[in-house]
């Protein structure tokens, strides 16, 4: 497997992970609340998670992207390279009838009702969770041999 960006300790990996958010490298151990935070915050190491499906899989197999550039660039172009590594057609015969069409798909919205939490991330919150998923981050544009600007 690949190695963690923090350093390996008498904690498992993933509270120690976890426990770096908090309380400067060590487990929290509040209780169990944690677990809960620690599952969700796990979700966001996705070095790991990839390392994990490219020992079993070939990374050729994978398609890599943000949701982010997705969305910022309307999705037409990551979706039609997204067709193009698949081997299938974006638009024409067996895609999209057209690129408008395709547009208009991707355009459309869903989930668009009050959400209570979509209020802004406290800015020592940003700064914490940056400085905490900063080496994991490297780590994954290391594994995919590509960077995200936007991140």
């Given at each position: 497997g690949?190695?963690?960006?923090?350093n390996a300790?008498?904690a498992?990996?993933?509270?120690?992970?976890?426990?770096s958010?908090?309380s400067?490298?060590?487990?929290?151990?509040?209780?169990?609340?944690?677990?809960?935070?620690?599952?969700?915050?796990?979700k966001?190491?996705?070095?790991?998670?990839?390392?994990?499906?490219?020992?079993?899989f070939d990374?050729?197999?994978f398609?890599?992207?943000?949701l982010?550039?997705?969305?910022?660039?309307?999705?037409?172009s990551?979706?039609?390279?997204?067709?193009?590594f698949?081997?299938?057609?974006?638009?024409?015969?067996?895609?999209?009838?057209?690129?408008?069409?395709l547009?208009?798909?991707?355009s459309?919205?869903?989930?668009?009702?009050?959400?209570?939490?979509?209020?802004?991330?406290?800015p020592l919150t940003?700064?914490l969770?940056g400085?905490?998923?900063?080496?994991?981050?490297?780590?994954?544009?290391?594994?995919?041999?590509a960077?995200?600007?936007?991140?």
């Amino acid at each position: 497997g690949r190695r963690s960006p923090h350093n390996a300790s008498s904690a498992s990996p993933r509270s120690r992970r976890i426990g770096s958010i908090g309380s400067g490298g060590s487990s929290t151990g509040a209780g169990a609340g944690d677990s809960s935070m620690e599952h969700h915050v796990s979700k966001g190491v996705y070095v790991e998670q990839l390392d994990r499906w490219f020992s079993l899989f070939d990374r050729t197999r994978f398609f890599v992207f943000s949701l982010e550039g997705f969305h910022r660039g309307g999705g037409v172009s990551t979706y039609r390279e997204l067709c193009a590594f698949l081997g299938v057609p974006a638009v024409g015969s067996g895609g999209f009838p057209s690129t408008h069409a395709l547009q208009a798909q991707l355009s459309r919205r869903f989930n668009e009702g009050s959400n209570p939490s979509s209020e802004p991330m406290h800015p020592l919150t940003l700064a914490l969770l940056g400085r905490f998923y900063a080496p994991y981050t490297d780590a994954l544009f290391d594994l995919i041999g590509a960077k995200f600007e936007h991140w």
